[in-house]
């Protein structure tokens, strides 16, 4: 069963939903409480972008996320302003599970190349972030010119082994997946893949389900459950009355 992880994205201190990049709607003023809202909704992770440390190269909405991964008992995923190895010790060193790179390893691979040595692939996933195929970075306003195969290939190089795959056409936009691309990804490139972008409702689930075979097997929600697109404690539930194991590495 794909393990579902719902995403906050913070921007200027507070929880918000970007849409192709661009600041949509504002759902809390406090992301302390509304990750203590998704553990109460049995969420077994949680997935933070620090939306101005993207733009800005460097980690701004920090003393709130260190506020969060202390609130609350379940693994923190923490990707946005992540340049340098010492922004990843940070990010360890109060608590945050795992980071996303994303600019640092197309701008910088050797400094990406020892972010992995030192804490592993089990802690380090790269960000793909992918407008009609091309990766963009800087907090999607500039283009990489690499194709996401590229990436993904060149990820593996290195010894990651999983890619947080981000589809900005469909970013926010609650209008589906696609699975064609996400397919293509697992299959070339052999890497774990949490999937996100365009996810609107319990059809686009069974989707990337049918992809878990290939890899895909993990996905980062924030609209569509913030919206109450569908019950995700529903969701969860049913997996645990029926026994299907969470096969995601968190």
């Given at each position: 069963?794909?393990?579902?992880i719902p995403a906050m994205e913070i921007k200027n201190g507070r929880c918000v939903q970007m849409v192709r990049g661009v600041?949509?709607?504002?759902?809390?003023?406090?992301?302390?409480?509304?990750?203590?809202?998704?553990?109460?909704?049995?969420?077994?992770?949680?997935?933070?972008?620090?939306?101005?440390?993207?733009?800005?190269?460097?980690?701004?909405?920090?003393?709130?996320?260190?506020?969060?991964?202390?609130?609350?008992?379940?693994?923190?995923?923490?990707?946005?302003?992540?340049?340098?190895?010492?922004?990843?010790?940070?990010?360890?060193?109060?608590?945050?599970?795992?980071?996303?790179?994303?600019?640092?390893?197309?701008?910088?691979?050797?400094?990406?190349?020892?972010?992995?040595?030192?804490?592993?692939?089990?802690?380090?996933?790269?960000?793909?972030?992918?407008?009609?195929?091309?990766?963009?970075?800087?907090?999607?306003?500039?283009?990489?010119?690499?194709?996401?195969?590229?990436?993904?290939?060149?990820?593996?190089?290195?010894?990651?082994?999983?890619?947080?795959?981000?589809?900005?056409?469909?970013?926010?936009?609650?209008?589906?997946?696609?699975?064609?691309?996400?397919?293509?990804?697992?299959?070339?490139?052999?890497?774990?893949?949490?999937?996100?972008?365009?996810?609107?409702?319990?059809?686009?689930?069974?989707?990337?389900?049918?992809?878990?075979?290939?890899?895909?097997?993990?996905?980062?929600?924030?609209?569509?459950?913030?919206?109450n697109k569908f019950s995700c404690q529903q969701i969860w539930r049913m997996c645990e009355a029926g026994g299907y194991p969470?096969?995601?590495?968190?």
């Amino acid at each position: 069963m794909l393990l579902i992880i719902p995403a906050m994205e913070i921007k200027n201190g507070r929880c918000v939903q970007m849409v192709r990049g661009v600041e949509g709607f504002a759902y809390s003023d406090d992301p302390v409480e509304m990750a203590k809202l998704w553990r109460k909704e049995n969420a077994k992770s949680l997935h933070i972008t620090d939306v101005d440390g993207a733009l800005q190269g460097r980690l701004v909405n920090f003393p709130v996320i260190e506020e969060m991964v202390t609130a609350v008992d379940i693994p923190f995923e923490l990707g946005g302003g992540l340049r340098t190895l010492d922004d990843v010790r940070r990010a360890f060193d109060i608590g945050v599970y795992r980071v996303v790179i994303s600019t640092m390893f197309i701008d910088d691979p050797d400094e990406a190349g020892r972010v992995i040595e030192e804490f592993g692939p089990s802690k380090v996933v790269v960000g793909i972030d992918a407008m009609d195929g091309i990766v963009a970075t800087h907090g999607w306003v500039e283009s990489s010119g690499l194709t996401a195969m590229t990436v993904a290939l060149n990820a593996k190089s290195m010894g990651f082994t999983r890619i947080h795959y981000t589809d900005i056409r469909l970013d926010g936009t609650l209008r589906g997946v696609n699975t064609k691309v996400l397919r293509e990804l697992a299959n070339k490139s052999g890497l774990r893949i949490t999937a996100s972008g365009g996810i609107g409702g319990l059809d686009d689930l069974f989707e990337i389900q049918d992809l878990e075979e290939s890899g895909v097997d993990s996905v980062v929600i924030g609209r569509a459950l913030c919206e109450n697109k569908f019950s995700c404690q529903q969701i969860w539930r049913m997996c645990e009355a029926g026994g299907y194991p969470y096969t995601a590495r968190i």
